[in-house]
């Protein structure tokens, strides 16, 4: 991989030793994956947040990186972390692990990171444009960024996501490059698909689908949509997060939903091989997220969560006005980035969703706060934290609409 001047002074060890040691990132990445050569990044999200997934060793990795001089070249935001920053006690998140959490801010802060803590990047602020290289680490957000933005960026590592950060640059390769950014699946959506939660279902079938075919797996497949009538901004979210779990895609693209998909003529699409995806596919998947009565005796919801990816302000004052004057009687979280927070506290939302007995929590979510074994059965809309809520914290779930979710935490 040919790397310019400056680059080779960085690698030299110019910029200090935490962008050396950035450069020595990239550039070993860089050789292993066939890049010719690094791309300036116009923005940069980083994963590897909350202190439940990261450790001590993760801790000390980004404590040197801050130590060693390093500060970012670009605009960089990170990926929730494992409690709400300011409101961790009312989340009852343990003292021991509120400070290793706060140490892990501090070391991002201190490189110039900006705390953002939000997997929706795109809705606070780090929205890049069309055909612009980003290095982005989020599943869901880098699905979306790729598919409905159209910007360019590879499923990176928190390290590698850091290592662009500090240098301004990522390895030139994979879906940086138009060649790997061609559909290469057509799937015929013959069910209907409203709900943001009937994209993540939608997500789920498809997902599936791929992952299971082990010869177009990851990188080399790429769907092209057909069939949807009209994509939200919360369907498509939901949409690319449950992709993106189930089948580890960082690319789709919609018909008349995503920009590069008007860029293929019916040369390409019409021979590409269809896959259908039918009401009872759909239905089916539903099911699977679905606990099933009587499966465990006596178990029953007992918490409920909304805003797997973060909630949008749209969606924060839907809560709002469902909660309106009612009381919730199961553990509410309703989690959103800190930005849309300020807006929701601003219009008097927070205080309206609080006022139920929810808790309106910024910078964190039901996947990446350490609760596991606090809870029985989670209900929320989002396939996503279905997946993790089960094989992370080993809770049972409930996957129902939006408003449905809702009802739940009041019954
Ligand atoms: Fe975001 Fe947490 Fe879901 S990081 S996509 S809310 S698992």
Known sequence: MELTRDEQAMLAGEDGPATCKAMQILDALGTIYGADRLVPVSSVQIAGVSFDNLGEAGLEFLSDMAAGGGKVKTLTTLNPA???IENWQAMGIPADFARDQQRVI????????IPTCSCTPYLV???PHFGEHIAWSESSAICYANSVLGARTNREGGPSALSAALTGRTPHYGLHLTENRVPTLMVLVEAHIGDPSEFGALGVVLGKNIESNSETRLGKTIPYIRGIASASLEGLKSFCASIATYGGLGLFHMEGSTPES?????????????FVINQKNLDEAI??????????????VD??????????IAEISRVAELLRGKHVT?????????PTKRIADQMGFTTQIEDSGAILA??????VAPIKGRFNMIATDSAKACYYAASKNGFKTRFLPFEQVIEEALK
């Open 106 to 113: 501090a070391a991002y802060s201190k490189m110039g990171v």
């Open 330 to 338: 199961k553990t509410l979280w309703i989690t959103t980035a800190r």
């Open 287 to 300: 099911g699977s997220l679905n606990y099933k009565d009587g499966e465990v005796p006596g178990a029953e």
């Open 125 to 127: 602020g780090n929205l």
């Open 303 to 312: 918490f409920v969560s909304l805003g797997c990816p973060h909630l949008s």
């Open 82 to 84: 494992g409690m709400d």
């Open 262 to 274: 008007q860029q293929f003529s019916p040369a390409i699409l019409d021979k590409l091989e269809i």
């Open 362 to 367: 910024a910078d964190t979510c039901c996947v």
